[in-house]
């Protein structure tokens, strides 16, 4: 038995799982079952970053970068070599920051990027053609066609699964980091 057999094993096991648990929402229209996976997903995904970064520290340090750079960006449009020259030494200190930003943001993904994994694994057993649902849009963007272009219909007025996720799960993390107060 390899590990090919081993993780087929294993996912099946989980996907049987997901579908005596939670499989009825595909009994529903796929934008609204695809925006409650993407609520459920959001949800998880936010509370992980809630309790596993330190939400004071992230703000405090959020507003210091976002202070530099204001004064940076009004000296540098006023033509202030003088406020420039003194932001200067500042700025070594500002990435460092960046980049612990950067660090922390990124420590909730090691809790959530296997579910995430096993959803969208789980949404395509379920979902095996991916234009299968479209959420038509009210405009028409041409990006959306790029990505449209194997299809018969290639118009760039409408998402498939993958898309409708993205931005519903955008809009529903948004929400949940308000109300949880989050940086």
């Known amino acids: 038995m390899g590990i090919g057999d081993i993780l087929g094993a294993l996912s099946a096991a989980i996907y049987g799982f997901l579908n005596i ?13 695809i ?3 993407a609520g459920i997903l959001g949800i998880f995904i936010t509370v992980v970053t809630r309790f596993s970064v330190n939400q004071e520290e992230m703000k405090k340090t959020r507003d210091e970068v976002s202070s530099f750079q ?6 540098t449009k006023e033509g202030n070599k003088k406020e420039l020259k003194k932001l200067q030494p500042e700025q070594q200190r500002i990435n460092q920051l960046n980049m612990k930003m950067m660090n922390a943001s990124m ?3 090691l809790f959530t990027m ?3 994994l096993i959803l969208f694994g789980w949404m395509r057993a379920h979902y095996t053609d991916p234009n299968m649902i479209a959420i038509h849009l009210p405009f028409d963007f041409s990006l959306f066609a ?4 194997s299809n018969p219909d290639p ?3 409408w998402l498939g699964y993958l898309g409708w996720y993205i931005l519903t799960s955008y809009f529903v993390s948004g929400v949940v980091r308000k109300i949880m107060n989050m940086a």
């Not at 648990?21 to 079952?33: H, K, M, R, V």
């Not at 790029?146 to 272009?149: A, D, T, V, W």
Request: glycine letters at 6%; proline letters at 11%; a positive charge.
């Open 35 to 37: 925006f409650i996976l």
């Open 107 to 109: 420590k909730p993904m």
């Open 21 to 33: 648990t939670i499989g009825s929402i595909f009994d529903l229209p796929p934008a609204i079952a």
């Open 70 to 75: 204001k004064r940076m960006a009004k000296a």
């Open 155 to 157: 118009a760039g007025n």
């Open 146 to 149: 790029y990505f449209h272009r």
């Open 114 to 116: 296997i579910p995430i």
